[in-house]
């Protein structure tokens, strides 16, 4: 029994997840690139060189962080 059956609220989660799921099924694969590039072409117009920078510069230090990690439990 899921948790509308019982009458309870649905978390944001659940609602999250449920919503997804039913976009998925009603989408295909060309959507989702074409509401990428939406997005990514509304990001560059928002932002800046200096918000590509820092969030490049966060990337490389997590993913540096990360191949240490890995090279250390080795």
Known sequence: M?????????????AGRMGGKATAKKHDKEFYQEIGKKGGQATSQNHGKEFY???GQKGGAARAEHRSKKTDDS
């Open 2 to 14: 899921t948790e509308q059956e019982n009458n309870e609220k649905m978390s944001r989660e659940e």
């Open 53 to 55: 920078e820092e969030i």
